[in-house]
């Protein structure tokens, strides 16, 4: 079964501080999307990152970095010296184009919580 | 840019009311979604539709319908409004398999 796992509930660092959040996937396919989203405060999910499956590279944007390993169905995100702003909930998701039907169905992690004191 | 647009924000109902909740895309997206947000519970589905008069059920359908008479309008009708059904709704919209992008999401609280 399709499933997406982020099993820190909250994160609380300090300014500054590298975080990692952590995201496992179990899927039923070899042709997959994996996907990280934030929410602030305010509300509305923002698109962060997209990969697909045939694609185990690594990606970096800024002070985001992106960890993806097929081999322990992991999908992990960085951010290096953390800012109050980015004090949010971070989701994790999964598609599964060949199952979800041609509307890339997401499967959503719980989120995790990430408070970023100054 | 891609924009996805909700009616309301915030929006307070009595129960027993119809309340609708709109989304508009602009960006041509064959795909939308509605999607509630609940403490603990994370996203689930409620609807989605691949095209226009085109609608399936998600997750959670119970308690709720949906209108797709335009393109870039989906709409999630609450026939009956319950306390249970307070909760952040939020709308997206996608072509193909896609990213689904989000709009700002509308906060219902039903007395």
């Known amino acids: 079964a399709q499933k997406v796992t982020q099993a820190q509930t909250e994160i609380s660092v300090v300014e500054k501080e590298d975080v990692t959040l952590d995201c496992v996937y179990e899927?039923?396919?070899?042709?997959?999307?994996l996907f990280w989203y934030k929410q602030p405060p305010s509300g509305e999910l923002v698109f962060l990152i997209r990969?697909?499956?045939?694609?185990?590279q690594n990606e970096i944007s800024g002070r985001y970095s992106w960890n993806f390993q097929k081999s322990t169905s992991s999908f992990n995100f960085t951010i290096t010296a953390s800012q109050v702003v980015d004090s949010a909930v971070y989701f994790c998701a999964l598609s599964e184009p060949n199952y979800g039907g041609s509307q890339g169905n997401l499967i959503f992690g719980k989120g995790t919580k990430l408070s970023v004191k100054p | 840019d891609v924009k996805v647009t909700q009616s309301s924000r915030y929006l307070v109902k009595r129960t027993g009311e119809k309340v609708f909740l709109e989304c508009v895309q602009d960006m041509d997206h064959e795909n939308m979604f509605w999607y509630r947000q609940d403490p603990g519970l994370g996203l689930r589905l409620i609807y989605f539709s691949y095209d226009v008069k085109m609608k399936e059920k998600g997750d959670i359908p119970e308690g709720y319908s949906v209108s797709r008479e335009k393109k870039e309008r989906f709409s999630l009708i609450l026939e009956s409004a319950s306390t249970n059904q307070t909760s952040m709704y939020l709308c997206?919209?996608?072509?193909?398999?896609?990213?689904?992008?989000f709009g700002p999401g509308t906060r219902l609280l039903v007395l």
């Open positions: 899927t039923r396919d070899t042709t997959y999307y």
């Open positions: 997206a919209s996608s072509f193909g398999v896609q990213t689904q992008y």
């Open positions: 990969r697909n499956s045939f694609d185990e």
